[in-house]
């Protein structure tokens, strides 16, 4: 190892092998969604760059490497997906600057660049560089719920969550008064963000505003925990109460009434019969037996004038 290193150093002083040096300023860069990236790669090299060849390879974070520039002796090849939002590097041999710029990032474009360069003879040395690239997003317009009863003594359980962020967002819950000014909710937000109130009693009836947020951004959502809607539901409840009960009194009763005046009717008219079968005379208040009796009463007198 020593050895060749200093059978390299000879030669390169001889001027037989040229060591090469490739090199950036930035091992990490950071970008939001929809931004433009500079991804810069410099080389030293002493040797005539007719031979030049600089290639940046893709690796990223959950797939196989693919290429996204290809230079060789002035000819270049930028791959189908890059074409259209790719500036490659110009006149790299007389600039010694293999920088690229990427525009419009996306999450998929996360992962780590590689910047190559060989420039024949000049082979040896350090001939390539990594760039890690991390594509944050701001985290979309969160969703925010509340599940559970809301009134006192019962779980209510907010829950906030955006679907895309990078890196995940954390929630932060605070409450609105009157005023709009913020006042941060008591209680522990879960990494998904979702908060349980154990008992809402403990906890204002109004406004609540749920912040997701990372490093590029923030956005939230607010819901009504509403008092109002509670004692609504309870007052609703009892009157409802109260009514079905007054129903079921009203309906016993007319049931009650109805059987007691069929019984009576029933009483009448067999007591009418009674009456009309023993000729006495009639004493019921009852029109439909007093007719009938009257009736017959009639043409009993009858009878005997004829
Ligand atoms: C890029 O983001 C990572 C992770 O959030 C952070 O640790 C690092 O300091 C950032 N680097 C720059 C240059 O902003
Ligand atoms: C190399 O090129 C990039 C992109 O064109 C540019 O931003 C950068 O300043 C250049 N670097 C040097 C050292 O000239
Ligand atoms: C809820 O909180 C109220 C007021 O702080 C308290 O009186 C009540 O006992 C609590 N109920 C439960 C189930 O913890
Ligand atoms: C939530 O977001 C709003 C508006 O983006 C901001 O004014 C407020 O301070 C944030 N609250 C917290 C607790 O981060």
Sequence with gaps: ???????????????CVELITVSTPHKYVNVTTGQNVVLPCTFVTSADTKNLNIQWDFVPSSSITQQVYYYQSGSVIIPEPYKSRFQPPSSPGTTKNASII???????????YTC???????????????IIVHVFEAPSTPYCSVHGDVESGHLVTLICHSERGSPTPTYTWTRLDQAKTRRPVLGRTTITGIMEIRNISQFEFGEYQCNASNVAGISTCTIE???DVGDGV?????IGALLGCVLI?????????????????AIKASE?????????????????TMATTAGNLHAEGDDPQA
């Design 225 to 227: 925990l509403n008092h």
């Design 116 to 130: 190559q360069v060989h420039n024949l003879p000049d082979v040896e040395g350090k001939s390539e560089v990594d």
């Design 1 to 15: 190892m020593c050895s060749t290193v200093r059978l390299l150093v000879l030669l390169s002083i001889i001027g």
């Design 234 to 238: 309870i007052a609703g409840a009892v």
């Design 102 to 112: 990427i525009r419009d990032m996306q999450s998929s474009d996360a992962g780590v």
């Design 249 to 265: 009194v009203l309906v016993v009763w007319f049931i009650a009434h109805t059987v007691k005046k069929h019984k009576y009717k």
């Design 272 to 288: 009418g019969n009674e009456m009309k079968s023993s000729h006495r005379a009639p004493e019921a208040s009852d029109r439909v």
